[in-house]
């Protein structure tokens, strides 16, 4: 048997054991671990007398990506962004901010969904974890919405499909983690994010409006806030700027030279908000609740982390990355046509997996393919495909995947952020939550669309940056 053989047997048993409902991160290290053991065995032609020593190389091999791999210093961001989030959270500031956009936009047709949209899309830009950011606003917005007579279903759709912007706009753990696969520079990728992800955040808007307009029952406007009561409401909000400030500044100082590496600006940030929490009056329960809360999504992303580089290990053996992206580039269909159709796969393999997983699993083999759709990793502008250069299609190639992890953070039947708000809001339901969702499905594929047909909303930043 063939090395590539191997890699499809192994590859479709992995996905037969996630549709089956085995955990991402165990499912892809046990298929990478017994891959190993064909991929080794067979160079001796399948001896018995040579199993042990397959078995042997095979766990030497795989044992030593968890510390090798996940040892990353650039992974270190992770656990920093998501504790920013989670002390924002128990100071209290993701209330001020909530309650600022409320203040200042609630008065349009569906304005407390629309408030609830652009204060997701604030705390989202010091929170890397969608999942965190979806059960924070699913604890202050729901009950608001509901109160002032918004139908149930929609608002935990407003609440659910806004927490996905958090992927997207700086610090993003999703898009530190494509950076490290694909060996791009963070902080070119973070800065990518911030102009897509403030555009998913208007075009949600506009949408909430358009429905609040046609259906008035929808989503009931909030009037009565007086000039002086919107003024005084921006302070209490303005820590969340100052952290956005610090962070943004330590990405890429428009100014100068950045103040420091990416890894530092979490560090940072997160200094600070615990400063904040601390003037505010945080309690030893709610800071222990922080960092447990962030120590266990930290670990639940390093397990699929490590558990899926033992599969990409294997695929490394079993060369499938290069025979996909032979394949890919042989075809005779125009390159933006495959592109949009390697979009459309994720999107339905995003209804069987998280969207790290899902992101961690399909890059080693679709990444190579992109980039030879393109013309080559160092190829310039002028040469290549989709009239960018090498690096700049590796960043627009990356926003569109993690808007795809985006949108897969909603859908049917595995939608994590659609779990989370339902679990944190008893009186509904995860069937109550994907009937909300579905008119953001439509946001989302226009946002998409535009993000392909228009690569410079995505790259205008990184330009910058040089």
Same mark, same amino acid.
């Given at each position: ?178 950076? &490290? ?8 990728? %973070?800065?990518?994010?911030?102009? /897509? *992800? !403030? $555009? +998913?955040?208007? =075009? ?100 699929? &982390? ?8 294997? %695929?490394?053996?079993?060369?499938? /990355? *290069? !025979? $996909? +992206?032979?394949? =890919? ?138």
């Amino acid at each position: 048997m063939e090395p590539i053989e191997i890699g499809l047997w192994v590859t479709a048993g992995m996905l037969a054991m996630v549709v089956l409902g085995m955990r991402v991160a165990f499912a892809a290290g046990l298929a990478g671990l017994v891959g190993l053991i064909l991929i080794f065995w067979s160079k001796r032609g399948f001896d018995s007398e040579h199993l042990g020593w397959a078995l042997t190389v095979a766990i030497k091999t795989a044992g030593q990506v968890p510390h090798s791999k996940v040892s990353s210093q650039a992974l270190s961001l992770i656990p920093t962004f998501i504790l920013i989030g989670y002390l924002a959270y128990y100071a209290g500031l993701t209330r001020a901010l909530f309650e600022a956009a409320k203040r200042w936009i609630a008065w349009v047709p569906g304005g407390l969904a629309v408030s609830t949209v652009f204060a997701t899309a604030g705390f989202a830009a010091v929170s890397g974890a969608s999942v965190a950011t979806a059960a924070v606003f699913a604890r202050i917005a729901i009950p608001e919405m509901i109160q002032i007579g918004y139908d149930k279903r929609f608002a935990a759709g407003v609440v659910a499909a806004a927490g996905t912007l958090a992927s997207m706009i700086p610090p993003s753990a999703i898009l530190v983690i494509y950076a &490290i696969i694909v060996e791009q520079d963070v902080g070119k990728l %973070l800065l990518a994010g911030f102009i /897509p *992800g !403030a $555009f +998913s955040a208007v =075009i949600y808007a506009i949408l909430i409006v358009g429905i609040a307009v046609v259906f008035k029952s929808v989503g009931p406007p909030v009037r009565g806030f007086t000039w002086r009561e919107r003024l005084v409401s921006l302070p209490p909000a303005l820590p969340i700027v100052f952290v956005i400030v610090i962070i943004i500044f330590f990405v890429y100082n428009p100014f100068g030279d950045a103040w420091g590496t990416p890894t530092e600006g979490g560090a940072l940030g997160a200094f600070v908000v615990f400063l904040m929490a601390l003037y505010r009056g945080m309690r030893w329960s709610e800071l222990k609740s922080a960092l447990l809360e962030t120590a266990k999504l930290a670990v639940m992303i390093f397990t699929i &982390i490590w558990g899926v580089l033992i599969y990409v290990r294997f %695929l490394g053996f079993a060369d499938l /990355p *290069g !025979a $996909f +992206s032979d394949w =890919i580039t042989s075809l005779t269909l125009p390159p933006m046509l495959i592109l949009v159709c390697i979009l459309l796969a994720y999107a339905v393999l995003g209804m069987f997996m998280d969207a790290i997983g899902m992101l961690l699993l399909t890059l080693p083999v679709v990444y190579p393919a992109v980039m030879a759709l393109n013309g080559g990793e160092y190829v310039t502008a002028a040469e290549s495909t989709f009239g960018m250069s090498g690096t700049m299609c590796a960043i627009w190639f990356g926003i569109l995947v993690v808007k795809m992890a985006e949108f897969c953070l909603i859908t049917p039947p595995i939608g994590l952020n659609c779990f989370v708000v339902a679990g944190v809001q008893p009186d509904l339901s995860v069937q109550d939550v994907f009937r909300g969702v579905m008119p953001f499905f439509i946001a989302d594929g226009v946002t998409i669309a535009l993000l392909v047909a228009f690569p410079g909303i995505v790259l205008y930043l990184p330009s910058l940056a040089g």
